[in-house]
């Protein structure tokens, strides 16, 4: 209740670049979207984890502040990677796993990312609430282009990890999951270490390593999301390949060889290609392979039938459509053709 007592300003200010994050990845979520009630409670469960690592966090300090002088290197070491980074990171893989793993909503290996994306900013979101209530609105800028998406960065690491492991969960390889679900701590620990680490460091002239991190940082898991939401399937290679089978034939007009082609490329098996392929509609497979040979026809240039008909074939089969179907086609449409102008 105490944030409606507070300067709304000061919560826009510690919100919105949460937000707009948070949209970012859920746009990048191409195959299935996740349900508004899931992505809700890992936003809480986000919250939730800020103030579990803070009963740990104050823990190891007190512990530290006891064994190390608080100047030295290996206190700040300790404090960073292990009492900080370990906390907030260790918490947030806890909760993201007890509530996604065994959600059937899991079912792409790009989710891995939106479920870790969206449970560390809502770690950010509270955290950077409470900054910018003490600190005020310069606090707030600062901290919408460093610490926000910083955590967003951790949580496109942990993500790509956990959903890597799911997937080889799905294939019964426990021991390839463990080991990613492993690296989706490891990973943003380190990352998350390094940064706050970096951060504080007091020496003059050494402000641009900080920048130099954070740029590196924020560049790599951009790239990140962009390639695997690009390259993203269904953990479950027979779902994944229908779907692909559906886009390609409806809206690029692949024909049957370029998607199995393409198929096994991306490392899906042939029994699974071929049970997909076989609910395709072959009736309107042939009836898109005739539009887009009538499409090429009004634009390609030819100077007889024959070299019309070549023209389409050659087009025809670059599609990856079998020869037979392709040479019909194109008979057909030359036929028409030369009525048309024959009228």
């Not at 065994?102 to 809502?122: K, R, T, W």
Request: aromatic share 14%.
């Amino acid at each position: 209740m105490f944030l409606f007592y507070v300067n709304p300003i000061l919560i826009a200010a510690a919100v919105i670049p949460a937000i707009v994050l948070l949209r970012f990845v859920y746009k990048e979520d191409r195959l299935d979207k996740e349900s508004p009630g899931l992505l809700l409670s890992l936003v809480i469960f986000g919250i939730l984890s800020t103030f579990a690592a803070i009963v740990t966090e104050q823990i190891g300090e007190a512990i530290l502040g006891i064994l190390l002088p608080q100047s030295s290197t290996a206190y700040n070491v300790l404090l960073y990677f292990v009492v900080v980074a370990l906390s907030e990171e260790g918490f947030k893989y806890l909760l993201l796993k007890k509530r996604t793993w065994y959600s059937g909503e899991f079912n792409c290996q790009f989710d891995g990312i939106v479920y870790a994306v969206f449970v560390a900013l809502g770690f950010a979101l509270w955290e950077n609430i409470s900054y910018v209530l003490m600190y005020g609105l310069g606090t707030a800028a600062v901290r919408a282009v460093t610490a926000v998406p910083g955590h967003a960065c951790f949580g496109v690491f942990m993500g790509a990890f956990y959903g890597l492991a799911k997937r080889y969960d799905n294939f019964g390889d426990e021991y390839r999951s463990r080991r990613c679900r492993r690296f989706a701590v490891l990973v943003p620990v380190l990352l998350h270490g390094a940064y706050d680490f970096i951060a504080t460091y007091e020496y003059d002239g050494y402000a641009w390593i900080f920048v130099v991190f954070v740029v590196l940082l924020f560049a790599a898991a951009y790239r990140m999301i962009k390639k695997l939401s690009r390259d993203d399937r269904f953990i479950d290679d027979s779902r994944y390949a229908e779907a692909f089978v559906r886009e390609k034939l409806r809206l690029s007009g692949w024909g049957e060889y370029k998607i199995r082609t393409a198929l096994q490329r991306k490392g899906v098996s042939k029994e699974r290609i071929d049970a997909a392929l076989s609910q395709a509609d072959r009736p309107a497979m042939g009836e898109r392979l005739a539009q887009q040979l009538e499409r090429k026809a009004r634009t390609v240039k030819y100077t007889s039938q024959y070299e019309l008909k070549t023209k389409l074939i050659r087009y025809g089969l670059s599609l990856g459509y079998d020869y037979e179907a392709v040479m019909d086609a194109a008979s057909a449409m030359v036929r028409e053709t030369d009525t048309c102008n024959d009228f």
